[in-house]
Nanobody, 123 residues
Framework: QLQFVESGGGLVQPGGSLRLSCNGS????????AGWFRQAPGKEREGVAC?????GDTYADSVKGRFTISRDNAAVYLQMDNLRPEDTAVYSC???????????????????WGRGTQVTVSP
């Protein structure tokens, strides 16, 4: 089954940092756009960031200036700095159907979803 595999989550204090990684299982991911999403308990899945090879990266307002999405040939990363309790969620990555981050906030525009990695921000 083709999917991403996420890693790097954990428990961190407010103001701390984590770096999430996302590797494609059975495929390479450097041609199409890729995105990170998160879902907190009782809330809908939320787009966090998207990266493509043309226009660069784009972010949700809630994480702009604190999170950085990047990629290399085989993986997609999310560097998360100055974490807040409201960042607590399961973080997942997925591959966009397009080479651009068009409609990047819509989960239906993505495929090969991973199972996610838990990020908990708490004192």
């Amino acid at each position: 089954q083709l999917q991403f595999v996420e890693s790097g989550g954990g428990l961190v204090q407010p103001g701390g940092s984590l770096r999430l990684s996302c590797n494609g299982s059975g495929f390479t991911s450097d041609y199409y756009a890729a995105g990170w999403f998160r879902q907190a308990p009782g809330k809908e899945r939320e787009g966090v960031a998207c990266v493509d090879n043309t226009s660069g990266d784009t972010y949700a307002d809630s994480v702009k200036g604190r999170f950085t999405i990047s990629r290399d040939n085989a993986a997609v990363y999310l560097q998360m700095d100055n974490l807040r309790p409201e960042d607590t969620a399961v973080y997942s990555c997925a591959l966009h159907y397009s080479v651009l981050c068009s409609g990047w906030r819509k989960p239906s525009n993505y495929r090969f979803w991973g199972r996610g990695t838990q990020v908990t921000v708490s004192p």
